[in-house]
């Protein structure tokens, strides 16, 4: 089993910044692949970010290209999301999620294992 816990959620102004954490432990050696997503109530689970194998691949929504960047530190078993910029679009519950697959996938149905989510909230 691998865990996950996010954190570094919080309220924010428009044009600001968060950077979010996932501390992953367990069986980590099968994952190849971490990605964030975020949800509204009464919406699907929108992919944010991934990163893949060896941190060398990444995948980004259009909507947060340019602002938002995923990354993973090894040694400490965290992948973050640093996020500026931000809009009130941006607004939800971040959720980071592990796959055990080759490629990065935009698809929920795809990850294996998620944590508890952390709210961010851009005021406008």
């Known amino acids: 089993q691998v865990q996950l816990v996010e954190s570094g959620g919080g309220l924010v102004q428009a044009g600001g910044s968060l950077r979010l954490s996932c501390a992953t432990s367990?069986?980590?050696?099968?994952?190849?692949?971490m990605a964030w997503f975020r949800q509204n109530p009464g919406k699907e689970r929108e992919f944010v970010a991934g990163l893949g194998t060896g941190n060398v691949f990444t995948r980004y929504a259009d909507s947060v290209k340019g602002r938002f960047t995923v990354s993973r530190d090894n040694v400490k078993n965290t992948v973050y999301l640093e996020m500026n910029n931000l809009k009130p679009d941006d607004t939800g519950v971040y959720f980071c999620?592990?796959?055990?697959?080759?490629?990065?996938?935009?698809?929920?149905?795809?990850?294996?294992?998620w944590g508890q989510g952390t709210q961010v909230t851009v005021s406008s």
């Open positions: 999620a592990a796959a055990e697959r080759a490629l990065i996938y935009f698809s929920a149905q795809f990850y294996n294992y």
């Open positions: 367990g069986r980590t050696s099968s994952i190849t692949v």
